[in-house]
């Protein structure tokens, strides 16, 4: 095992094993793909053909590179062809079947300290290595799609794989400028492991009907910068991959989060496996090239005509609540052009607050990002107040006070009796009740929920919160009125979580239960997920900003609403929470900080 990996043979040519030998060629590699499929050898030498061209195209490659690398590659139908490999890697459909009979036939083929390795992310890879004569020379490989732009690749070694077999795949993973990260061997890994539990809630959530398939893959990916939505994903990883990988995860975990929710089933049996076969959760453009990620109009797109119901007219806007989030509600509809009442419990709290607003105008003009002028009329259209009183003009009022349902509560109480007949009363709460402040009012059906993102200056999202009371001219007025501050409404139901902390949180407190079991470091998880995933943060950089009090306030109200084990909050969470390590803001939480 002290050989070079020098030549390297991919069973398997479909769209992974087509990327990996790609990966392989560019980086000087000897590749002898294999694929019983003589069609699926040509079509993957034309697609990396067309590949490294783009790559010319692009300057990421010369002509002579990209000549190099074509050569470097040869295609074959029969396993024989891999006795000269250093290392094999299969990439062959995921099914133990198929891919146990590769291994015991490698066995006959490949030299003895030839490396044999998986490219599964759902099967054991102890199992499969149990087949080979050599299980020590057998372990997992986990390349993520697309391979040639996708940084991470999870290393998975079995009980049986020796150190040896592991060092020589890791020292290959950085000459091919990936970033190996090592685990053990469990269903998923780490990325798919959080990532699938993850896309089975939103299918889940979809099939409930509690929010369009459209609204769910636009609040992720406005709330959590996330560069594509759960739906829109597991379109992209093929639904029937989901199901297996999901339930390769349940049968280990027996955790509901990763009991595949029936849609996906429904789906499979249907043909309806996303990209690949033209239709899943959304229907593609046949016309266009296999797996076009063209999406096309179908029966469940919603209409553009806008909203059919007249709303009520928003001309001024009363902001209740002096932190962060209220100077940057306050803010968004200044700029605009909507005159806004900032009233706080005192006046000096106020004023405070438009101060904080004034010094974030100033940072956008520093940044050309508006004029002078701009900057000095949108602050002169906020009138700080102390007393809620001055809320009796306004047309829609909103609360951004403390996560607190009493006192949200009370509050609700006061602006019933302030604020004029007609006017719509909005809380931006992000995990509580929204039909409990409406009862607190004589007028339920005009409270709704607006849950804004911090900052709210510059995330787009609104989740609107219609509660079973909530009338329809009151939902149609503020999803009108997202549109005037240039934000994104999603609608959703008034149960805990809504759709963004309902998908985040359970997947943050799994990543929690990852460290807890010793199955990864944080390390290794947050880089899992960035290179993997495409996260903007991993998950402990995250939780850590979020603040791990705020996490667990979050997760103990899902717990509470879902009442399903695997939403309980992972012990260390609370240990953490209790020894006052909260992330960021005290210098310490999931990692130390240096104070300020």
Same mark, same amino acid.
């Given at each position: 095992?002290?050989?070079?990996?020098?030549?390297?043979?991919?069973?398997?040519?479909?769209?992974?094993?087509?990327?990996?030998?790609?990966?392989? %060629?560019?980086?000087?590699? @000897? !590749?002898?793909?294999?694929?019983?499929?003589?069609? $699926? #050898? /040509?079509? &993957? +030498?034309?697609?990396?053909?067309?590949?490294?061209?783009?790559?010319?195209?692009?300057?990421?490659?010369?002509?002579?590179?990209?000549?190099?690398?074509?050569?470097?590659?040869?295609?074959?139908?029969?396993?024989?062809?891999?006795?000269?490999?250093?290392?094999?890697?299969?990439?062959?459909?995921?099914?133990?079947?198929?891919?146990?009979?590769?291994?015991?036939?490698?066995?006959?083929?490949?030299?003895?300290?030839?490396?044999?390795?998986?490219?599964?992310?759902?099967?054991?890879?102890?199992?499969?290595?149990?087949?080979?004569?050599?299980?020590?020379?057998?372990?997992?490989?986990?390349?993520?799609?697309?391979?040639? %732009?996708?940084?991470?690749? @999870? !290393?998975?070694?079995?009980?049986?794989?020796?150190? $040896? #077999? /592991?060092? &020589? +795949?890791?020292?290959?993973?950085?000459?091919?400028?990936?970033?190996?990260?090592?685990?053990?061997?469990?269903?998923?890994?780490?990325?798919?492991?959080?990532?699938?539990?993850?896309?089975?809630?939103?299918?889940?959530?979809?099939?409930?009907?509690?929010?369009?398939?459209?609204?769910?893959?636009?609040?992720?990916?406005?709330?959590?910068?996330?560069?594509?939505?759960?739906?829109?994903?597991?379109?992209?990883?093929?639904?029937?991959?989901?199901?297996?990988?999901?339930?390769?995860?349940?049968?280990?975990?027996?955790?509901?989060?990763?009991?595949?929710?029936?849609?996906?089933?429904?789906?499979?049996?249907?043909?309806?496996?996303?990209?690949?076969?033209?239709?899943?959760?959304?229907?593609?453009?046949?016309? $266009? #090239?296999?797996?076009?990620?063209?999406?096309?109009?179908?029966?469940?797109?919603?209409?553009?005509?806008?909203?059919?119901?007249?709303?009520?007219?928003?001309?001024?806007?009363?902001?209740?609540?002096?932190?962060?989030?209220?100077?940057?509600?306050?803010?968004?509809?200044?700029?605009?052009?909507?005159?806004?009442?900032?009233?706080?419990?005192?006046?000096?709290?106020?004023?405070?607050?438009?101060?904080?607003?004034?010094?974030?105008?100033?940072?956008?003009?520093?940044?050309?990002?508006?004029?002078?002028?701009?900057?000095?009329?949108?602050?002169?259209?906020?009138?700080?107040?102390?007393?809620?009183?001055?809320?009796?003009?306004?047309?829609?009022?909103?609360?951004?006070?403390?996560?607190?349902?009493?006192?949200?509560?009370?509050?609700? #109480?006061?602006?019933?009796?302030?604020?004029?007949?007609?006017?719509?009363?909005?809380?931006?709460?992000?995990?509580?009740?929204?039909?409990?402040?409406?009862?607190?009012?004589?007028?339920?059906?005009?409270?709704?929920?607006?849950?804004?993102?911090?900052?709210?200056?510059?995330?787009?999202?609104?989740?609107?919160?219609?509660?079973?009371?909530?009338?329809?001219?009151?939902?149609?007025?503020?999803?009108?009125?997202?549109?005037?501050?240039?934000?994104?409404?999603?609608?959703?139901?008034?149960?805990?979580?809504?759709?963004?902390?309902?998908?985040?949180?359970?997947?943050?407190?799994?990543?929690?239960?990852?460290?807890?079991?010793?199955?990864?470091?944080?390390?290794?998880?947050?880089?899992?997920?960035?290179?993997?995933?495409?996260?903007?943060?991993?998950?402990?950089?995250?939780?850590?900003?979020?603040?791990?009090?705020?996490?667990?306030?979050?997760?103990?109200?899902?717990?509470?609403?879902?009442?399903?084990?695997?939403?309980?909050?992972?012990?260390?969470?609370?240990?953490?929470?209790?020894?006052?390590?909260?992330?960021?803001?005290?210098?310490?939480?999931?990692?130390?900080?240096?104070?300020?």
């Amino acid at each position: 095992m002290d050989t070079p990996l020098n030549t390297v043979a991919v069973i398997g040519l479909g769209t992974m094993g087509t990327g990996i030998a790609e990966v392989l %060629a560019r980086a000087g590699r @000897e !590749v002898i793909g294999i694929d019983i499929s003589e069609a $699926a #050898a /040509v079509q &993957a +030498v034309s697609a990396i053909e067309a590949s490294t061209e783009r790559a010319v195209r692009r300057e990421h490659l010369t002509e002579e590179e990209r000549q190099g690398a074509l050569a470097r590659l040869r295609t074959f139908t029969d396993l024989s062809a891999a006795a000269d490999a250093d290392l094999v890697i299969e990439v062959a459909p995921e099914s133990y079947e198929i891919k146990q009979q590769i291994v015991r036939e490698l066995d006959g083929v490949v030299r003895p300290e030839t490396i044999i390795a998986t490219g599964t992310n759902a099967l054991s890879v102890t199992r499969l290595a149990a087949e080979s004569a050599r299980p020590e020379r057998v372990l997992g490989l986990h390349f993520f799609n697309p391979a040639p %732009a996708m940084k991470l690749v @999870e !290393v998975v070694s079995s009980v049986l794989t020796a150190p $040896a #077999a /592991v060092a &020589a +795949v890791t020292e290959l993973a950085y000459a091919l400028g990936k970033e190996p990260v090592a685990v053990g061997d469990r269903p998923g890994f780490v990325a798919d492991g959080l990532l699938f539990g993850y896309l089975n809630q939103a299918a889940a959530m979809y099939e409930a009907k509690y929010a369009s398939r459209e609204d769910i893959d636009a609040a992720m990916k406005l709330g959590c910068g996330l560069p594509m939505g759960p739906l829109a994903l597991l379109d992209l990883i093929g639904v029937d991959t989901a199901r297996t990988v999901l339930d390769a995860m349940y049968t280990e975990s027996q955790d509901r989060l990763h009991a595949p929710a029936p849609i996906l089933k429904q789906l499979s049996e249907a043909g309806l496996t996303g990209r690949k076969s033209g239709r899943g959760f959304y229907s593609y453009d046949k016309a $266009a #090239a296999p797996g076009s990620s063209v999406v096309v109009r179908d029966a469940l797109t919603p209409l553009e005509s806008g909203q059919q119901i007249g709303g009520r007219e928003i001309r001024s806007v009363g902001v209740a609540g002096s932190g962060t989030m209220a100077s940057g509600i306050a803010e968004v509809f200044a700029k605009a052009g909507y005159d806004v009442v900032l009233a706080a419990r005192s006046e000096e709290k106020a004023e405070k607050a438009k101060a904080r607003i004034a010094k974030s105008l100033s940072r956008s003009v520093e940044k050309g990002r508006m004029t002078a002028e701009t900057a000095a009329k949108t602050l002169d259209r906020i009138a700080p107040a102390g007393s809620y009183e001055a809320f009796a003009d306004v047309d829609l009022a909103l609360e951004a006070v403390a996560e607190d349902l009493e006192i949200k509560q009370q509050l609700f #109480a006061a602006l019933d009796k302030v604020c004029k007949p007609g006017a719509i009363l909005a809380t931006t709460t992000s995990s509580l009740p929204v039909v409990a402040c409406a009862r607190a009012t004589s007028r339920p059906g005009d409270v709704i929920g607006m849950h804004f993102f911090n900052p709210a200056p510059a995330m787009k999202l609104v989740e609107v919160v219609r509660t079973v009371l909530t009338t329809d001219d009151v939902h149609a007025t503020v999803r009108e009125v997202c549109a005037t501050i240039k934000k994104h409404p999603v609608d959703c139901g008034d149960r805990a979580g809504f759709i963004v902390n309902a998908l985040l949180f359970p997947y943050l407190n799994n990543a929690i239960k990852m460290v807890e079991e010793h199955y990864a470091s944080l390390d290794d998880i947050d880089a899992a997920m960035k290179l993997g995933g495409g996260y903007p943060m991993g998950p402990f950089e995250l939780l850590d900003v979020v603040g791990l009090d705020v996490s667990l306030a979050i997760e103990k109200v899902l717990h509470r609403e879902f009442r399903d084990p695997g939403l309980a909050p992972a012990p260390l969470l609370e240990h953490l929470v209790a020894a006052g390590c909260l992330g960021r803001k005290t210098g310490r939480g999931f990692r130390e900080y240096a104070r300020r």
